[in-house]
């Protein structure tokens, strides 16, 4: 079974602090993700990376950083957290399949409040 | 990125009864894919159909797909209080390896 692994479930951290959240695979994926859901808004990519030490941008980066240091490990790193950041965070991975098909796995989630 | 927009956002229905949910979206699309998320947890993958498909069954689960319209849909059949659930499409864009993009989401609540 592929197993998706995120840090923390529930997290609370003070505005200006510098905040990671951790997220681990251990199916040998390629692709890795992190969205974050907000009620009204869905899913939203915030960064993703086809390949250890590669990012790229998603649809609200801003706010945000990630580092992918090993194939396994995707990190996602608030510099300087603030309150509208407060959210569900995502993360997931998948295969590079050929002919599109790229099923995403996801983890179970972190809770982020910061006050 | 352009959204598929699920409808309705919420539906409501008894214990034994079918549930539908649409997808629209905008792109020419590799396949369409729906995710399942209970509430508080993450998504799980429930079911792909092809862009040359036109219909898929998973055991209570039926896709359709119309590129035509660039629309889709989930039934559920004889739907259990289990099923109660959000319902997510997403779609996977003909251009390369890019990220899905997901929509918004039908919130279903199964009465028993």
């Known amino acids: 079974d592929v197993k998706v692994t995120q840090s923390s479930r529930y997290l609370v951290k003070r505005t200006g602090e510098k905040v990671f959240l951790e997220c681990v695979q251990d199916?040998?994926?390629?692709?890795m993700f992190w969205y974050r859901q907000d009620p009204g808004l869905g899913l939203r990519l915030i960064y993703f990376?086809?390949?250890?030490?590669?990012?790229e941008k998603g649809d609200i980066p801003e706010g945000y950083s990630v580092s992918r240091e090993k194939k396994e490990r995707f990190s996602l790193i608030l510099e300087s957290a603030s309150t509208n950041q407060t959210s569900m965070y995502l993360c997931?991975?998948?295969?590079?399949?050929?002919?599109?098909?790229?099923?995403?796995?996801f983890g179970p989630g972190t809770r982020l409040t910061v006050l | 990125s352009q959204q598929g927009e699920e409808d309705p956002q919420a539906l409501s229905i008894q214990e034994g009864e079918n549930a539908t949910m649409n997808c629209s979206y905008k792109?020419?699309?590799?396949?369409l894919q729906w995710y399942r998320q209970n509430s508080g947890r993450g998504l799980v993958h429930l079911i792909l159909?092809?862009?040359?498909?036109r219909e898929k069954h998973s055991g209570r689960l039926r896709v359709t797909l119309d590129t035509s319209k660039k629309s889709s849909s989930l039934l559920i059949t004889a739907s259990r209080a289990a099923d109660t659930a959000s319902y997510f499409c997403?779609?996977?864009?003909?251009?390369?390896?890019?990220?899905?993009?997901f929509g918004k989401g039908t919130r279903l609540s199964v009465i028993a």
């Open positions: 997931a991975s998948s295969f590079i399949l050929a002919g599109g098909r790229n099923e995403q796995f």
């Open positions: 199916m040998d994926h390629e692709n």
């Open positions: 990376s086809y390949d250890v030490k590669m990012k």
């Open positions: 792109t020419s699309i590799n396949n």
């Open positions: 159909i092809r862009s040359n498909e």
């Open positions: 997403a779609t996977d864009a003909i251009a390369g390896n890019t990220p899905l993009v």
